[in-house]
């Protein structure tokens, strides 16, 4: 083997990882990295179900993302109305009738009421 060969292996490994090309590329860097990105993922629901409750009239308060007894409440006057079970959560029979997913083909009988009674059709 050839004196350089060790010598290029380790650069070009180097240059792998230090690129971001590795395995760990855009992996989180610890366990706190993880639940930060699910808390914004999950303020960014709250946010966008908040909005979507507003336009139907259902809500008036903030829509930053953060839960409040009102958005609660609101959220469950619109499972009623809908003939959803009432739980005050944002589950996903609830975000598909809010519009905020789309119901998988060939959805369950409660995501075809929730999506107003049509399943989802296969493009």
Known sequence: MRMWMP?????????????????????????????????????????????????????QGDTSGKWCPELHDALKDFQKGRGLKVTGRLNRETRIALGLEQPKVGATRGEERASGGKAAEAP
């Open 7 to 59: 010598a290029v292996v380790a650069v070009l490994g180097m240059l792998w990882l230090g690129l971001g090309v590795g395995p760990a590329a855009g992996a989180p860097k610890s366990a706190a990295g993880t639940a930060a990105a699910r808390k914004a993922g999950r303020a960014q629901e709250v946010s966008r179900a908040a909005l979507a409750l507003k336009k139907l009239g259902l809500y």
